[in-house]
């Protein structure tokens, strides 16, 4: 394998979680009187922190977006994903292998906040895996796109961001991965790829069962 490390996202490449906390998000939104469709919602909010679009939130409700309305937000959509969350197809197998060929050097980066990575991650199997190599965006100075969680990840790991391999499926991610310096690769299932190329990415592929030869 190319690289020391491999870096990757959560929400759309390890769990299919994205549909789940987007419903979650659109229904609460709904309630405070901002109607989304749920592609629209999506391509809001998919690969960034709930809080970071804060402005645009209270401008379309006319309301404050206080942290009670956060802290409810984070209870609703842990309980959805604790009852419905599933892993990404072929993902246990792909972290699987390349967690034993580079001797545990992966890491889980995410801008979603610990409880919710760490819940999905156990729920999923894939614990024990990222255990101790758990990066989450919410507890840096700057999420996603800004590069701090993929290079914080980095550090972790003691290896060079540029020997390392990024796995993002949203365009705020890619724009982390390289801001950081990573060879990024999208996965993207089903939709268009032409935005993905266009930012810059090595390649895009989708099925994750396909990882391990892609990094090689």
């Known amino acids: 394998m190319r690289f020391d490390a491999v870096l990757f996202d959560c929400d759309g490449v390890l769990v299919d979680s994205e549909p789940i906390t987007n ?48 802290a409810w937000f984070r209870e609703r959509r842990n309980q959805a994903l ?7 197809a072929n993902a246990l197998q792909a972290v699987h292998d390349v967690h034993a060929r580079l001797d545990a050097r992966i890491a889980c980066a995410s801008g979603a906040d610990r ?34 969680v993929y290079l914080a990840a980095a550090e972790g790991l003691a290896v060079n961001p540029r020997r390392c391999a990024v796995v993002e499926d949203s365009l705020t991610g890619v724009a ?20 993905f190329r266009a930012a810059g990415v090595a390649e895009v592929f989708s099925d994750m069962a396909n ?6």
Do not use: N
């Open 23 to 70: 419903r979650v998000l659109r229904d609460m939104l709904a309630e405070q009187g901002w109607v989304l469709q749920e592609q629209e919602c999506l391509r809001i909010f998919v690969g960034k922190m709930v809080r970071d679009e804060r402005e645009r939130i209270e401008r379309e409700t006319g309301k404050p977006l206080t942290e009670d309305w956060l």
């Open 82 to 88: 604790s009852a419905e969350l599933t892993i990404v």
């Open 115 to 148: 409880p919710k990575l760490e819940l999905q991650l156990r729920k999923v199997g894939l614990y024990d895996y990222f255990h101790g190599r758990i990066y989450s965006g919410h507890e840096l100075p700057r999420s996603k796109p800004h590069p701090d």
């Open 176 to 195: 982390a991965g390289l801001a950081a310096g990573a060879t990024v690769f999208a996965y993207v299932p089903q939709g268009d790829d032409a935005a």
């Open 211 to 216: 990882l391990q030869a892609i990094l090689s």
